[in-house]
């Protein structure tokens, strides 16, 4: 049976790299590297920068093409299409080696959290023995550029999706919502009067963009910003924070 170490390898900045996850990556003697087509081929890149940087003789590296979700299924039927398909690239790339005892795969961010990594893991045929190498997230990396406490004293927080945002409204129960996974900036279906925001694009590297401030003066702000880096980039990692206002009083 081969071992296959999910290896949470942070928001970008090399330097979050966790000394077990170090450990991981030289142990493995194959590790797996998705690409998402030419416009984030420096996601690829950055994975090879890591594993040039904590080993001394790299070992074997196969490639996978992420395959196009689709959306004309309704949107849980079509993530486990994809989820079904990317298995599949997974298990063909793993075939390269079979003699490969310990296989890696490095997840950007943390592979329990809004990841899905296990579960297209739970999908290979034979059935590896799965392991999490748990990485810096993206809500602790956002949080840690603001300089700011994810929840207010002894209050809780939700985190959830741009999607759930957009169609169920703000979470019941807290004042304090973590959102990610939103290519809509699904802020904007809130009274932007009642909240404040806490926003980073490529929190942890060298082109961490962040932005905060009252929701209704930075709105517009964030959400160009963010069209404009994502043109300049060819893709965009963003997430951000919103709180609640008690009794009209900001941040």
Excluded at 140 to 148: C, F
Aim: with cysteine.
């Amino acid at each position: 049976m081969q071992d296959l170490l999910l290896v949470g390898i942070g928001t970008g900045n090399p330097d979050h790299l966790t000394r077990e996850g170090v450990e991981a990556i030289r142990r493995a003697d194959l590790i797996l590297i998705p690409r998402k087509g030419a416009g984030k081929s420096d996601l690829a890149g950055l994975r090879e920068t890591i594993i040039n940087d904590v080993t001394d003789e790299p070992p074997r590296i196969a490639y996978f093409d992420i395959p196009q979700r689709r959306t004309d299924d309704g949107y849980l039927r079509g993530v486990d299409a994809w989820h079904d398909a990317i298995a599949t690239r997974w298990q063909a790339a793993m075939d390269t080696c079979p003699q490969a005892g310990v296989v890696a795969l490095l997840v950007w961010g943390d592979p329990s959290l809004y990841d899905s990594s296990l579960r297209i893991a739970a999908r290979l045929n034979p059935q590896p023995h799965t392991r999490v190498i748990p990485g810096i997230t993206a809500l602790q990396a956002l949080t840690a550029a603001h300089a700011i406490p994810v929840n207010e004293l002894g209050a809780p927080f939700m985190v959830t999706t741009g999607r759930q945002l957009r169609d169920t409204g703000w979470p019941q129960g807290t004042d304090t919502a973590m959102i990610m996974l939103d290519g809509e900036c699904s802020f904007q279906t809130l009274d932007a009067a009642q909240y404040d925001i806490w926003w980073g694009a490529y929190v942890g590297m060298a082109q961490e963009i962040l932005i905060s401030g009252p929701l209704d003066e930075v709105s517009e702000q964030i959400r160009t910003t963010r069209e404009h880096a994502r043109a300049d980039h060819g893709w965009i990692m963003d997430i951000y924070l919103l709180r609640r206002r008690r009794r009209g009083i900001s941040r």
